[in-house]
T-cell receptor, first 111, second 111 residues
Framework: DVKVTQSSRYLVKRTGEKVFLECVQDMDHENMFWYRQDPGLGLRLIYFSYDVKMKEKGDIPEGYSVSREKKERFSLILESASTNQTSMYLC??????????FGSGTRLTVV | AQRVTQPEKLLSVFKGAPVELKCNYSYSGSPELFWYVQYSRQRLQLLLRHISRESIKGFTADLNKGETSFHLKKPFAQEEDSAMYYCALSGYGGSQGNLIFGKGTKLSVKP
């Protein structure tokens, strides 16, 4: 019954590495989102996409980019990972103005 | 500016006691309000939407437009209610339809 799948549950990467976080949804949703979740800061929107090949910056896009080549897949890219990007990353998808469905998250540690 | 405020980072109650998780919002219009819950080691999931006027797991939330609040309530807390709770707001159209989350309240229900 899994509807939003994040490819990795845990990742450990080195500073300066290029990191790809993958997210796939099987609900044919137009909207997809990437958040990071940090204690005391809640969920902060990094990027979102309303359609294939479309992307918009969220509240904290610096240091990140995204790719949406197919409707079901939304990738988050850390061009050069830094320690301050150690966090839990959550992917979500939705229909417009409907609640979001979240993936199980990827806990990224940058050392 | 759109904003969701959850004033309590941590709320601790005893089993059987009433619980109220506070949420206040700032939005120039009529938003949709949501409560999301994240149990330990589980994905973030929708608990309830104000538009549905439903009760889920004994929780209710009433939208008070005058006080711009959407507090989550349960008359008798259970240990299994221990989780992280996020209040969220959605506006209308385009990026306004994105969810804006509060910073979350951790509910701890003691036996």
């Amino acid at each position: 019954d899994v509807k939003v799948t994040q490819s990795s549950r845990y990742l450990v990467k080195r500073t300066g590495e290029k990191v790809f976080l993958e997210c796939v949804q099987d609900m044919d949703h137009e909207n997809m989102f990437w958040y990071r979740q940090d204690p005391g800061l809640g969920l902060r929107l990094i990027y979102f996409s309303y359609d294939v090949k479309m992307k918009e910056k969220g509240d904290i896009p610096e240091g990140y980019s995204v790719s949406r080549e197919k409707k079901e897949r939304f990738s988050l890219i850390l061009e050069s990972a830094s320690t301050n990007q150690t966090s839990m990353y959550l992917c979500a998808s939705s229909l417009p103005r409907y609640g979001y469905t979240f993936g199980s998250g990827t806990r990224l540690t940058v050392v | 500016a759109q904003r969701v405020t959850q004033p309590e980072k941590l709320l601790s109650v005893f089993k059987g006691a009433p619980v109220e998780l506070k949420c206040n919002y700032s939005y120039s219009g009529s938003p949709e309000l949501f409560w999301y819950v994240q149990y330990s080691r589980q994905r973030l999931q929708l608990l309830l939407r104000h538009i549905s006027r439903e009760s889920i797991k004994g929780f209710t939330a009433d939208l008070n437009k005058g006080e711009t609040s959407f507090h989550l309530k349960k008359p008798f807390a259970q240990e299994e209610d221990s989780a992280m709770y996020y209040c969220a707001l959605s506006g209308y159209g385009g990026s306004q339809g994105n969810l804006i989350f509060g910073k979350g309240t951790k509910l701890s229900v003691k036996p």
